[in-house]
Each structure stands twice: as C-alpha cells, then as structure tokens.
C-alpha cells in the first residue's frame, strides 16, 4: 500500500515557466514533507522540506505548499532552468514513529527544454 | 557527499554468489540506511540501522543481510544474488533532523 504517491512519471516544461510536480499521501501521522532531485549516476540530494504545521516554504526558486487537508502537496520551481531536469522524489517522515524512516514516492522525471 | 561513500561503484555477479556492498560515513550518524532504486518503483527501503549492532528490516528486506560493527560502517550482503536484485543500491545517512538524509552516490550492482 503506498503511502506517497506521484502519479506523474514525467513533466516537460519550457525554460522560463513553471514546474509543478504533485505528490498524494495517505499517512494523516505524517509530520514532515521533504523533496529531493536526483540527476543520473548520483545519489539523491535534498532540495526542500515543509513541516505539517506550515502550508508553504519557500525557498529561491523552489516553494513547497501543503495542503493538509487534501493530503496533498507541490513543489513549484519558477522560472524553470534546464538545469532543474532531473528526477524528483516526494518523502515523507513520521519523527515520532519508526526510527523516523523517510518514505518515497516513486519519483517525477522533469525535463526543462531550452 | 564527501561524508558518506560507497564501494564499490558498479559490480556485475553471478546467479547464486554472495555479494557485500558497503556504506561508509565520516558524519558520525547514528542512522543509516539502504535502498535500492528501480524503474517504476523509486527508492525502496531494504534495511536500516539505529545504532552498532541495531537493525531492523525495510519494506524489501527478504534476500538482504545488514551489519554495522562500528558507527561508520553499514554492509548490505545479499546471501545468494539473483537476478531480481539487479538494482542500484543506495545508502544513506541521518542524524533524524526532520529527516533530512544525506545519500550516497550509490552502487550499480548487476546479477547475471
């Protein structure tokens, strides 16, 4: 049963315009939203988080809103650079419940075309 | 990350061997993890670690050994390969700051 869920495997974008990238989640005892980007041949890298008391942070070009009672939430990046083309994992953290262990979407691959 | 490595990189095995993939840290977390990456499924968690000698099993465990004698090293070791754990392994570091893990650059493993 997944708990996170990025029903879009992929996005395309023109540079310049905004990315949104969606992510569903089941678990109401979630407390703690994180995004990371992975590009090719490396390890996935944190890009922001949002905590469940929060409906948005913003962070550059990146912001990430929450809307908990749709148990939804979505990161934007404005404008989109080519360089922003990667895979991006939605996860999720329960701090009080299992050693804390980060759950993953299954990832949304962007591609920002010039 | 400077702080955390895997070894080796890539590695291509036989049906039936055993293979040990292996997690180092300069971080001094306490948590670390495993996950393998697959098309169609993200990052999975295989095993995780709470502490020397404190493991537990992920959502993919079965198949999959873990131990961790000193804080810096975390060893995934798959009894005997097979083809279904083809994969690219990840590992990853936390000192549980709302979650916020640190990965490694992962181990392209293939099993023939």
């Known amino acids: 049963d997944q708990q996170v869920k990025q029903n879009s495997p992929s996005l395309s974008v023109q540079e310049g315009r905004i990315s949104i990238l969606n992510c569903d989640y089941t678990n109401s005892m979630f407390d703690y939203f994180l995004w990371y980007k992975k590009y090719p041949a490396e390890g996935p890298t944190f890009l922001i988080s949002?905590?469940?008391?929060?409906d948005k942070n913003e962070d550059g070009r990146f912001t990430v809103f929450l809307n908990k009672s749709a148990k939804h939430l979505s990161l934007h990046i404005v404008p989109s650079q080519p360089g922003d083309s990667a895979v991006y994992f939605c996860?999720?953290?329960?701090?009080?419940?299992?050693?804390?262990?980060?759950?993953f979407g299954k990832g949304t691959k962007l591609s920002v075309k010039p | 990350d400077a702080g955390i490595t895997q070894s080796p990189r890539h590695k291509v095995t036989e049906t039936g061997t055993p293979v040990t993939l292996r997690c180092h840290q300069t971080e001094n977390h306490r948590y670390m993890y495993w996950y393998r990456q697959d098309p169609g499924h993200g990052l999975r968690l295989i095993h995780y670690s709470y502490g020397v000698k404190d493991t537990d099993k992920g959502e993919v465990s079965d198949g999959y050994s873990v131990s961790r004698s000193k804080t810096e090293d975390f060893l995934l070791t798959l009894e005997s390969a097979t083809s279904s754990q083809t994969s690219v392994y990840f590992c990853a570091i936390s000192n549980r700051d709302r979650g916020s893990y640190t990965f490694g650059s992962g181990t392209r493993l293939t099993v023939v």
């Open positions: 949002i905590s469940s008391i929060k």
């Open positions: 996860a999720a953290f329960n701090y009080g419940g299992s050693q804390g262990n980060l759950i």
